[in-house]
């Protein structure tokens, strides 16, 4: 199947820092790429849907001017934490669909897990 | 709206025993549903799909799920179990009806396999 990585794999920053997210399709082009969070024993909730060269769609709940979202390539999605804050630390999954394969597969990262002091 | 149902938070289950992790789902046009499992600290692996065709289907590490269309239900089973097993497992279904767009996932059952 299709690769789709994330870097860092683990961060820790102090309150009030910001975190950026990096999201990669690696042997596939990636035009749609989604962006879950997870709590402790929980599911993964959508935050975004980020579209290559457009504005990200937001779920409701999810404040778009605190969790910035950038999809400049077909391989490339970013997601950065402004001013984090504790109840921010979460584990990040990014996810990617192929639509070379008719769009139907969606190919998960390996996560990032944010901790803020 | 779609919706996602996994009733179980926790299926303990002894090796080389059948396993059942349940599921069911909502949508308004036809369902895509998959299965993901999670170990720790990772991310989702992929187990398998049903879009169309047989409603038993086939995926990874010998696993199989069910599409039962009148329940609304897409099981997930395996013949014996293995302690290897243990994870938290995901069903997820999306809409194809409304262009197939958004994945929504279960809640997630955890799966214990005693040795």
């Known amino acids: 199947g299709a690769v789709v990585s994330q870097h860092p794999s683990r961060v820790i920053c102090k309150s009030g820092t910001s975190v950026k997210i990096e999201c990669r399709s690696l042997d596939f082009q990636a035009t749609t790429m989604f962006w879950y969070r997870q709590f402790p024993k929980q599911s993964l909730m959508l935050m975004a849907t980020?579209?290559?060269?457009?504005?990200?769609?937001?779920e409701q709940g999810v404040e778009k001017d605190k969790f910035l979202i950038n999809h400049a390539s077909l391989t490339l999605s970013t997601l950065t934490v402004t001013s984090a804050h504790p109840e921010d630390s979460s584990f990040y999954i990014c996810s990617a669909r192929d639509w070379g394969r008719e769009g139907i597969e969606q190919f998960f990262g390996p996560g990032t897990r944010l901790t803020v002091l | 709206a779609q919706s996602v149902a996994q009733p179980e938070d926790q299926v303990n289950v002894a090796e080389g025993n059948p396993l059942t992790v349940k599921c069911t789902y909502s949508v308004s046009g036809n369902p895509y549903l998959f299965w993901y499992v999670q170990y720790p600290n990772r991310g989702l692996q992929f187990l398998l799909k049903y879009i169309t065709g047989d409603n038993l289907v086939k995926g990874s590490y010998g696993f199989e799920a069910e599409f039962n269309k009148s329940q609304t239900s897409f099981h997930l089973k395996k013949p014996s179990a293995l302690v290897s097993d243990s994870a938290l497992y995901f069903c997820?279904?999306?809409?194809?009806?409304?262009?197939?767009?958004?994945?929504?996932f279960g809640a997630g059952t955890r799966l214990f396999v005693k040795a």
């Open positions: 980020s579209n290559e060269g457009s504005k990200a769609t937001y």
């Open positions: 997820a279904v999306r809409d194809s009806g409304t262009g197939g767009f958004k994945t929504i």
